[in-house]
């Protein structure tokens, strides 16, 4: 399990400091950019899960400025905005950078994290998992994001040993622990695009790196946790032409 | 002096009693032989109109039909029947030139060569050449001897009579008229009459006044008995004339008068008739002209019609245009009206806020004035004791004034629409905690027990940030109507298949019944109603305002002694 980077834009240090030393407590790894610039500089330089935005800095809106930047790039890294601005005009100019939520000042350290729990479901289209309940995760392309200690913590997809389908959604099972995606294994596998990630039963999506030994006759793979996956007919023959050594 | 100033000379055309002979007589036998052409279809069309025209006597057409045909026509019998009805339609017209020609063309083979010499003895009896007549009507009568047509006999006697007249010939001309009047039947009074009369000329130029004269008054007698108006003139003119030469004038001028009479009368017949004619040309003139009218009047009509459907189109585009102008109108002055309310609305809210700041403001912080004030007492006594209390209290106060501050930016911001708002699906669960977890402090301080039961599995779709609003206010009023070691127990679950529910209940000094139901109708008051004397606040003004625009509804229980209960119903989300 890794942390998430946190990139905290804030004028106000003894706010920055009150946040860095809240989220640290939590096992978050906080970096504090308290100009635009200081901002757009860490961000080209350093790799962020997502970036913690005031909007008035210097009595300037360029909380509302860097999120429009992020989003012209691309970046593709969440972003929330935290401030005690009330004023409907900023508001309806922050709706137009489509954040992942807003969070009003004063507020508590469990609003906080909650609201980066938010941010994390609105981004990857994962509504209402982490913040509903703490088996769900959520998945990105790279990463499981799953909730550990009243925190947020990150896991590499390489970690995943299956996924298997439960009922509307998966089940994801990795080394640390089982998680519940709230996606079909369509919308799953569409999300990885991973080929290290195979089909090999309608219910199933296996690690190939994570198999132990396959048998062609029993329909059977073993994985490395010892788990026992169904191997079914259809996926077998593809499963065959894909992978040449096995000819 | 002429002795005889009348000649009384009838041309019998046959044609006028030609339908009595018709089937027996010579023209019968000649219209049979014409039918007979037309029946085989050997002649041209223009031969059988001509035939056809020359029998209905429609001597125009008939005439220029026959020439066309003779253009056409090469059988020289054909062309001698063209020639005859050509020559009687010219005798008719009185082109009697043109009819001898016609006449004289007819071959001397021509089967009714006693038509031509009929006809020629009367055309050479007009042109006055007397012995010609009397040769052909002699030839006709050499070749039908012991005819039974009469009324070319008589004619024949009549013609020959007067041919002699006018030869003064007058013992031939007797001759023939009395044959002639033989023949006339007695019912036929016109012949009678005229035969009579030239009888009368014939004796009269010989001098045989008695006789004549015996005969001109019987003649005068029996056309004043007759309707023949010419024979009355011209019989009472012979008499005139005749007693003008015996002398006897008084007669004379009674005849002359009478004469004066008929032609005055015949005048009258041709006048009236010319009149009738007239009338008639008149009323159709008039007739025209009242068509004309008539067309003028429908012509008007039209007019006034277009012009009445032009007006009316008109008036109606004028009042579309008016009610159109009308409307922009009443829609201005209901946007007058609304925004004077909105205007109204913010006023009140602005007078509502000065009073919220100028009463629970002001108390707060001149509160917290003498608390610092007591500090520096305190300090300067180094009464650590002393001012351990006297900043608790300073920090109560500052929180309770910050709260109203942040009640009175709120309740601002939703009045003039400010208030940032969007709904969106939640977990329930998390939002009451983080809101609980800021007043678990404040609770312990007081001995208070927060109790919560909260359902994990409830999403609700609420604007997060007004949902924290409502709920502040009411865990601040609970804390602070709880009395030490009491209890507060926050509930959350379903309320029904699309709503959920929050309850917060205390056991705290609850709200006497008056105010109760006072609270209760907030959801439909404003702030110009609420009595602040009352003890009705902004913070409950708040709630509900805020849960109203979540959809949903808040509900305020209370038994004053024991506690007070307090349920809010939100719209559940849908994963």
Same mark, same amino acid.
């Given at each position: ?247 | ?38 029946? &085989? ?52 017209? %009185? ?62 006697? !009549? ?77 009472? %003119? ?13 007669? $004379? ?9 008929? %032609? ?55 009042? =579309? ?59 300067? &006594? ?20 910050? !709260? ?5 930016? !709120? ?28 007043? &678990? ?22 604007? %997060? ?26 509930? $959350? ?9 929050? &309850?917060?209940?205390?056991? =705290? ?13 907030? !959801? ?10 009352? =003890? ?15 959809? =949903? ?23």
């Amino acid at each position: 399990m890794k942390t998430l980077r946190l990139l905290v834009l804030e004028d106000e240090d003894e706010e920055a400091k009150e946040i860095s030393e809240f989220l640290s407590d939590h096992n978050f790894e906080v970096t504090r950019a308290s100009t635009i610039q200081d901002a757009e500089r860490k961000i080209q330089d350093h790799f962020f899960d997502m970036i913690i935005l005031d909007i008035m800095i210097d009595g300037k809106p360029d909380g509302i400025v860097l999120a429009q930047q992020i989003n012209e790039q691309q970046l593709n890294i969440p972003f929330l905005f935290l401030t005690s601005t009330q004023s409907k005009h900023f508001f309806d100019l922050a709706k137009l950078t489509q954040p992942a939520t807003y969070l009003l000042k004063p507020y508590n350290t469990l609003e906080l994290i909650f609201s980066i729990e938010l941010a994390i479901e609105k981004h990857y289209k994962q509504s209402n998992t982490l913040s509903f309940n703490s088996e769900n995760a959520v998945l990105s392309p790279t990463y499981i994001f799953v909730k550990k200690n009243k925190s947020v913590m990150k896991l590499a997809i390489e970690s995943i040993h299956y996924i298997e389908v439960k009922e509307k959604y998966c089940n994801l099972i990795s080394k640390e622990g089982n998680f519940l995606i709230k996606l079909s294994l369509i919308k799953v596998k569409e999300l990885l695009s991973n080929p290290d990630f195979t089909q090999v039963h309608r219910n199933f999506l296996v690690n190939i790196k994570k198999i132990k030994e396959i048998y062609f006759e029993d329909n059977l793979i073993i994985l490395e946790n010892d788990a026992k996956i169904p191997f079914s007919e259809r996926y077998k023959a593809l499963f065959i032409k894909d992978n040449d050594i096995l000819n | 002096m002429s002795k005889w100033l009348i000649i009384w000379c009838i041309l019998f055309g046959y044609t006028s009693t030609y339908s009595q002979s018709q089937k027996t007589g010579q023209i019968g036998l000649f219209y049979d032989h014409m039918d007979q052409y037309c029946k &085989e279809k050997v002649v041209t069309t223009d031969f059988c109109k001509a035939v056809d025209f020359h029998r209905s006597r429609k001597r125009d057409s008939c005439y220029i039909y026959a020439g066309r045909a003779l253009e056409i026509v090469k059988n020289q019998e054909q062309q001698d029947i063209l020639h005859y009805i050509q020559g009687v339609s010219a005798i008719k017209k %009185k082109l009697y030139t043109k009819a001898l020609q016609n006449m004289n063309s007819i071959s001397e083979d021509f089967k009714f060569s006693g038509l031509k010499n009929h006809k020629l003895g009367e055309i050479h009896l007009v042109l006055e050449n007397y012995d010609q007549s009397i040769q052909y009507y002699k030839k006709w009568l050499d070749q039908h001897i012991g005819t039974k047509d009469e009324v070319f006999l008589k004619t024949a006697y !009549h013609n020959l009579g007067v041919s002699y007249l006018h030869k003064k010939e007058f013992d031939t001309t007797e001759k023939y008229f009395s044959k002639e009047l033989a023949l006339i039947k007695e019912k036929d009074t016109f012949f009678v009459i005229v035969t009579k009369m030239e009888l009368a000329n014939a004796y009269y130029s010989q001098y045989r006044d008695e006789e004549a004269i015996a005969l001109f008054k019987e003649s005068y007698r029996l056309a004043t008995l007759f309707h023949d108006i010419e024979l009355k003139q011209n019989t009472a %003119k012979n008499m005139a004339v005749v007693e003008k030469n015996r002398k006897r004038y008084q007669e $004379s001028v009674a005849y002359y008068i009478e004469y004066g009479k008929w %032609k005055d009368s015949i005048w009258n017949r041709d006048k009236i008739w010319e009149l009738t004619e007239k009338d008639k040309q008149l009323a159709i003139a008039q007739k025209e002209q009242e068509i004309q009218l008539q067309d003028e009047k429908i012509k008007r009509q039209k007019t006034q019609r277009n012009g009445l459907i032009i007006g009316s189109s008109l008036l109606l585009l004028f009042i =579309g245009i008016l009610g159109y102008f009308y409307k922009l109108l009443i829609g201005k002055k209901k946007l007058i009206t609304e925004q004077k309310e909105q205007l109204d609305i913010a006023n009140t809210t602005k007078d509502y806020l000065f009073s919220v700041v100028s009463h629970d403001l002001r108390s707060p912080v001149n509160a917290l004035k003498r608390q610092h004030e007591k500090l520096l007492d305190h300090i300067a &006594e180094k009464d650590l004791l002393g001012i351990k209390k006297t900043t608790d209290t300073a920090i109560t106060l500052t929180e309770s004034t910050s !709260h109203l501050l942040n009640n009175v930016l !709120h309740w601002s911001l939703e009045q003039s629409e400010q208030l940032f708002f969007e709904p969106e699906t939640y977990p329930l669960k998390p939002i009451l905690e983080h809101v609980i977890s800021d007043y &678990e402090y404040l609770a312990t301080t007081k001995d208070i027990i927060l109790n919560t039961t909260l359902d994990a599995s409830i999403l609700a779709t609420v604007d %997060k940030e007004s949902l924290k609003i409502v709920l502040r206010n009411i865990l601040d009023n609970a804390i602070k109507y709880t009395k030490n070691k009491g209890k507060i127990t926050i509930t $959350s679950g379903n309320h029904a298949t699309d709503k959920c529910y929050i &309850e917060i209940k205390d056991t =705290g000094a609850g709200i006497p019944p008056e105010i109760l139901a006072k609270i209760n109708s907030l !959801h439909d008051i404003t702030t110009d109603k609420i009595d602040r004397s009352k =003890g009705v606040g902004l913070g409950l003004l708040l709630c509900h305002t805020l849960i109203k625009k979540n959809n =949903g509804q808040i509900l305020f229980d209370s038994e004053p002694g024991k506690g007070t209960t307090i349920k809010i119903v939100l719209p559940k989300g849908i994963d």
